[in-house]
């Protein structure tokens, strides 16, 4: 059999040291690559100084344009077999021109998480407003992304919890739905020798891309709700803000004396979650798995986080280490987990056993390959079930190419 080709449309250049996002799209490249598939990277974005060198991994990478008939012929000349879009955006840019080109490529969305999960809980907290599930069903954002993942014939899903939310909810059939979490690589034991011991490590740590909203929320909210509290019962902790493009309003925290201290950037996320004792994460909103605390748990450091920041992460295991909204039991559980070393250890050994069973690249890796290589196998049978899918495919498909087509003639 010829081998296979892969398109991958990024929404961004893969950045894994910035972000969740990027090291979830390099476990992905990684498992194509495994599999022998020839793998095209391209992107509409600007390509900053972060992004990984994909060429190194023997991945081409191709800079494209929005809304021109450059890509028709790109991915005519390309003739890839499966095309994967890098979240919803890039499914309705491109989407309707990789189905008329290139009509017998599978297609396949990575959500990342679902943006519009994030963007109603943040909608719904600035108002004051409990989060429910009918915001949702009101939410245009959910109608844009959830077309997609319709029009799509797989979506990979990051969390179990926004599996049973489109299962469920929105009553999205489970064929065109696959659970993919990260693929990560078991904790053995010769990792966790060469962790620091309790004495080795101190200061309290939060790690996160400060692009993203919630990272940038949950550092105010650690600001100004929890660190007074912990600084008060141990007045020489420090907690250090790590995370790529730190804004004014992050950088002007930064306070020796109250031992709050922003270091930017860190060029090696996981040496510096390695040397903490404690990672905090109080996340007020969000979706998706958040990659700062299953690198916590790969790094051996127990955390306290909210139910927002643990969802969908942990299956029926006990965390490794707190979840808590309420801030007073945050600060509490928090100075709990940095005091305790019988607690910190037991933390420490709970982080294992999710990374080990529910993250676990081997097993999860050939299972995605075989969801792939099955759905093309029966692809005429696939779309013929998923009704809905040939439907918005038809419909939609036409206002968003005539849109595109006016915008590349208006360019012209």
């Known amino acids: 059999m ?68 450059s890509f028709d012929d790109f991915i005519k000349e390309l003739n890839p077999t499966i095309v994967l879009f890098d979240r919803f955006m890039m499914e309705e840019q491109f989407g309707w021109r990789v189905a008329e080109n290139c009509p017998n490529a599978i297609r396949i969305l990575d959500t990342e998480d679902l943006h519009f999960l994030r963007k109603t809980r943040h909608q719904q907290l600035k108002k004051g407003e409990k989060f429910t599930t009918d915001a949702l069903l009101k939410s245009d954002d959910a109608k844009r992304e959830i077309a997609s993942i319709l029009r799509c014939d797989i979506s990979l899903i990051i969390s179990s919890f926004e599996m049973d939310l489109l299962k469920d909810i929105f009553k999205v059939d489970e064929k065109i739905l696959y659970y993919l979490p990260f693929l990560l690589d078991k904790v053995d034991e010769h990792q966790q020798e060469k ?58 925290l930064h306070n020796k004396k109250e031992g709050f201290i922003i270091k930017g950037f860190a060029e ?88 080990n069973q529910i993250y676990d690249k081997e097993e999860l890796g050939v299972l995605f390959i075989n969801q792939i290589k099955g759905v093309q196998e029966n692809l005429y049978q696939h779309r013929t079930h998923n009704f809905l899918g040939s439907l918005l495919q038809h419909q939609t498909l036409q206002a968003t190419k005539y849109m595109s087509k006016w915008i590349e003639e208006k360019n012209a």
């Open 2 to 69: 010829n081998t296979q080709q892969v398109l991958i449309i990024g929404y961004v250049w893969v950045e894994p040291n910035s972000s969740a996002a990027g090291s979830r799209m390099l476990q992905l490249i990684e498992q194509f690559l495994q599999e022998g598939y020839k793998i095209t990277f391209a992107s509409p974005a600007q390509k900053s100084d972060k992004a990984a060198s994909l060429n190194s991994l023997g991945v081409d990478e191709v800079a494209i344009e929005l809304n021109n008939v």
């Open 195 to 252: 962790w620091r011991i309790f004495e080795e490590r101190d200061r309290f740590i939060f790690i996160g891309n400060f692009f993203h909203k919630p990272n940038v929320d949950a550092v105010l909210t650690l600001k100004n709700e929890i660190w007074k509290e912990i600084r008060a019962i141990l007045p020489k902790a420090e907690v250090h803000i790590y995370g790529a493009y730190a804004n004014q309003q992050i950088n002007q």
């Open 268 to 355: 090696d996320a996981k040496e510096v979650v390695k040397k903490a004792r404690v990672v905090l994460a109080p996340l007020r909103f969000g979706a998706g798995i958040k990659g700062k605390l299953t690198e916590a748990m790969i790094c051996g450091t127990p955390s306290v986080t909210t139910e927002i920041g643990a969802e969908g992460m942990s299956g029926k295991l006990n965390w490794n280490g707190f979840i808590e909204s309420d801030y007073s039991k945050f600060s509490e559980k928090a100075v709990q987990l940095y005091t305790d070393e019988k607690l910190w250890k037991s933390s420490q050994k709970n982080g294992i056993e999710i990374i």
